[in-house]
């Protein structure tokens, strides 16, 4: 007796849990702003500089996602791409998909301070005021 009841109980558990993964799975894969015949309305008013920068922006993505490993590492040069096509585009934070905005944020933030050091660095190592000559 005591075991039916219990095959039950882990029988509805089991099909509450499945249950559950599958509504949580078809949220995550739903696409952004619902119906596919809405984003292609809403395609319509985007430039055609706009789209091409957002397909670049999916594609290199797609291209680190191609890597065969469990966690595909990011190499400086996928970092930088991912942060230039993402200046171009209005909505990337909808288009983008492998790491957290504010780690592309953080990435563009790092950026930014390189190109800021590098030129901030002085032309050369002599000092600007030419040294006194004793007569």
């Not at 065969?68 to 040069?77: A, E, G, I, S, V």
Request: charged share 30%; glycine share 4%.
């Amino acid at each position: 007796m005591i075991r039916s009841h219990m095959g039950r109980w882990l029988k509805r558990q089991t099909q509450r849990a499945v249950q559950y993964t599958e509504a949580r799975f078809k949220r995550w894969t739903q696409l952004p702003g619902g119906h596919l015949a809405t984003g292609a309305i809403a395609d319509l008013t985007r430039s055609k500089a706009e789209l091409i920068a957002e397909n670049a922006f999916l594609r290199q993505q797609l291209i680190v996602l191609q890597r065969q490993t469990k966690r595909p590492p990011l190499t400086p040069w996928d970092r930088a791409l991912l942060v230039l096509f993402a200046s171009r585009l209005r909505r990337w934070r909808q288009a983008l998909h492998i790491v957290k905005p504010d780690t592309l944020l953080k990435w563009h933030r790092q950026g930014f301070r390189l190109f800021w050091r590098r030129k901030s660095r002085p032309k050369s190592c002599e000092p600007r005021i030419p040294r006194k000559r004793l007569p």
